[in-house]
């Protein structure tokens, strides 16, 4: 299963990146907007960690233009952001993400979601 960090802390990427990896999962990472969208493109990755503020490009414009892409549309998108207002979790939703989920947040909650997405990705063969 590859997984898409899209996030423009170094710091994030560095504490999430080896559990992922030690769990057997394709870790690519992208570190800011512009790079997210075009590496979700090409790498077409299972599941996608989408910070909503990014330079280049904010993570909901990247969504957007994900949902929008047609043979894109298997990505899961998690939006991992520390925007927590209830509006923001709206129109993270609003624009295609299929989980929101605020920082700081614990691996093991990133790991089951991932589960999840294996479990219904196996189920859907």
Not at 94 to 106: F, I, L, Q, R
Request: glycine content about 4%; aromatic content about 8%.
């Amino acid at each position: 299963m590859k997984i898409l960090i899209a996030d423009d802390d170094r710091t994030l990427h560095i504490s999430l990146r080896k559990p992922f990896v030690t769990k057997g999962f394709d870790v690519i990472q992208a570190y800011d907007g512009r790079e997210a969208l075009d590496m979700a493109l090409k790498e077409k990755p299972d599941i996608l960690f989408l910070d909503v503020t990014m330079p280049g490009l904010d993570g909901r414009d990247v969504c957007k233009k994900i949902r929008n892409t047609p043979e894109c549309e298997n990505i899961y998108i998690i939006m991992l952001t520390a925007k927590n207002q209830h509006f923001d979790r709206l129109l993270g939703f609003e624009v295609g993400a299929d989980e929101y989920v605020t920082k700081p947040c614990d691996i093991d909650f990133l790991l089951r979601a991932i589960e999840k997405v294996r479990q219904k990705k196996l189920r859907c063969k």
